[in-house]
């Protein structure tokens, strides 16, 4: 397929426009609502939600078999008793604060290039936090007792342990999850609304006429969604920092070498931005191409994520850096060979790869000829998700394996089932991406219709 302007403008280095020229009210709408009220289902869909709902059952196969034999199938083992199901925990809340970036932060800050990647961003939040609450749930031992973590009033007098890590993740990812689900939601109606009207199919209109939930488009609608709307930003703001600080939590308030530092937090934060922004690129680049969307997620999105990108990049080097010298500086012994075990200890490969993935591939976004490729900008997203998971791997599994005592050193080796779980949860987020992207609006059509308005209000003053 051939370039769009704005992404001709992009590569000739000229300021690219938030969307491609020739838009109006009636084209916005045509395009973004064809891509779902379509009565033809695109090959590549049947294809890709295929190979995500195969993944999704080897998920549902490898829960099954942990829980008629238990967590011992796994390759947790003392002293390593967090294993995957922590380091893809972490990871999967990562991912999901980007979309709360783009929506709640820049939506305060009035950044009009979000409009055409918040929608999607949102869904990958949920859907990502929906991946992440599973392997807590799991690795408890008992899940059927996963609801003794709520404090509510029962006849045995229990409360929850406050003093535990597994409490505080809890509260932290059920609230990001709530608000992340009302804040995707409202902005949903006006669209909802615009598929009943625009649905032929009778069912199709009813469906859509009760997710819309009476939404007509009157005044008093429009300034309550704009009130709701920024309030649900304001309270998902806090919670960008919040939740992935209190994940840090669970390392920080150990006692374990390497997990034992005040750095965690802000570095766990801006580690969560960095692989969020990495997979809605790696999501973005994709769907523009297959639905011809150049128009609407234009070079100056890609730009711009690039940039943030880079941006957390530099942020997590710098973290990297201080973890190393403060191993030295502290004069702590634990912690200094800590550090040299990470190096070159028996994981040392594994940190040199995510030192290359995370600290030294990015640095290609300085150049404005990359952030202007779609292919450079993908593969680096791609090796970015594939760092970030790999120093999760590092944090959680090489301060385990040798602490203080010589005599209680061990390995960890993940099992089939381990990694049969991880790919499953992988195939769960596919499956519900695939089922948005065919059923829900990928892109805000209202706030792109908006965004239209305000270009031909500059053009007509110009």
């Avoid at 006849?155 to 890590?165: C, D, G, I, Y």
């Avoid at 990001?176 to 939601?185: C, G």
């Avoid at 706030?447 to 500059?458: D, G, M, T």
Wanted: net charge positive; charged share 10%.
């Amino acid at each position: 397929m051939a370039d769009s302007p704005a992404d001709k403008l992009a590569k000739q280095n000229v300021s690219a426009p938030i969307l491609g020229p020739g838009h109006d009210y009636a084209s916005v709408t045509d395009k973004i609502s064809s891509i779902v009220l379509t009565h033809r289902t695109p090959k590549w869909w049947m294809l890709g939600f295929a190979v995500s709902f195969a993944l999704l059952m080897l998920l549902m196969f490898a829960v099954t078999y942990l829980f008629a034999l238990g967590v011992g199938i796994w390759g947790i083992q003392i002293p390593v008793g967090w294993g995957f199901a922590i380091i893809n925990f972490v990871w999967w809340i990562g991912i999901g604060h980007a979309g709360t970036l783009i929506s709640a932060i820049l939506l305060l800050l009035r950044q009009q290039w979000r409009t055409s990647i918040n929608r999607f961003a949102e869904a990958m939040t949920l859907f990502a936090v929906a991946c992440a609450g599973v392997f807590p749930l799991i690795h408890m031992g008992r899940p059927w007792l996963a609801y003794w973590m709520f404090p509510y009033p029962d006849t045995m007098k229990m409360w929850p342990q406050f003093r535990s890590p597994l409490a505080w993740d809890v509260f932290a990812v059920s609230t990001y999850a709530t608000v992340s689900l009302l804040f995707w939601f409202v902005g949903l109606l006006p669209d909802l609304a615009t598929f009943r009207d625009r649905a032929k199919n009778r069912a199709t209109k009813i469906i859509y006429g009760v997710l819309a939930m009476g939404w007509r488009g009157s005044a008093i609608h429009w300034q309550r969604h704009e009130m709701a709307s920024l309030l649900l930003a304001g309270l998902a703001t806090p919670l960008v920092l919040s939740v992935h600080t209190v994940v840090s939590f669970d390392f920080s308030f150990g006692i374990v070498p390497g997990w034992h530092s005040t750095i965690f937090p802000p570095y766990f934060v801006a580690g969560a931005i960095y692989a969020g922004f990495a997979m809605v690129l790696t999501l973005a680049i994709p769907l523009r191409k297959l639905f011809g969307l150049e128009d609407f997620i234009t070079m100056r999105h890609l730009n711009n994520m690039g940039k943030v990108m880079l941006a957390a990049g530099l942020i997590v080097g710098y973290g990297y850096v201080m973890e190393a010298f403060m191993g030295y500086y502290s004069g702590n012994q634990f912690e200094r060979y800590m550090t040299l075990n990470r190096m070159f200890g028996p994981y040392g490969a594994i940190y040199w790869c995510l030192i290359v993935c995370n600290i030294i591939t990015p640095q290609f976004l300085w150049f404005r000829k990359v952030r202007a490729s779609v292919g450079s900008l993908f593969a680096i997203a791609m090796v970015v998700n594939v760092g970030m998971w790999l120093e999760r791997f590092v944090i959680v599994v090489t301060s385990l394996h040798r602490d203080f005592l010589p005599s209680s050193w061990g390995m960890y080796y993940p099992t089939r089932w381990d990694w049969a779980t991880y790919i499953g949860t992988i195939g769960l987020f596919l499956t519900l991406f695939f089922l948005f992207i065919r059923f829900l609006p990928l892109i805000s059509i209202f706030e792109v219709r908006q965004l239209v308005a305000i270009e031909a209000e500059k053009k007509k003053a110009e």
